[in-house]
């Protein structure tokens, strides 16, 4: 059963604006931190941003100031905001919750390229 669908990625000039969507199952949602992760090539995943149930959010060095994470909690839906991408953000981006108790099996992800 798919749990997480994510989608909004694509090729992007440098400086340029994209928004990622995430699709979650309620078991996975729920009142549950969720954030978005990166991965580039065979690296492991990395968190660049969570959001708290409350909307209170956290992000990465990298990205601060520059991406914004909310959450639709009546959609059981999450979406990244980035703007001013760089060449650096190009990676493949999931979503799930942030505990790995509630965690979910990760979805396929969203590719954002990022061309300078």
């Known amino acids: 059963q798919v749990q997480l669908v994510e989608s909004g990625g694509g090729f992007f000039q440098t400086g340029g604006s994209a928004k990622l969507s995430c699709v979650v199952a309620?078991?996975?949602?729920?009142?549950?931190?969720m954030g978005w992760y990166r991965r580039m090539g065979e690296e492991d995943r990395k968190l660049v941003a969570r959001?708290?149930?409350?909307?209170?959010?956290m992000y990465a060095d990298s990205v601060k100031d520059r991406f914004t994470i909310s959450r639709d909690n009546s959609r059981n839906t999450v979406f990244l905001q980035m703007n001013n991408l760089k060449p650096e953000d190009t990676g493949r981006y999931y979503c799930?919750?942030?505990?790995?108790?509630?965690?979910?099996?990760w979805g396929l992800g969203t590719q954002v390229t990022v061309s300078s």
């Open positions: 799930n919750a942030v505990s790995p108790i509630v965690r979910g099996p």
């Open positions: 309620a078991s996975v949602f729920g009142g549950n931190v």
């Open positions: 959001i708290w149930s409350s909307g209170d959010t």
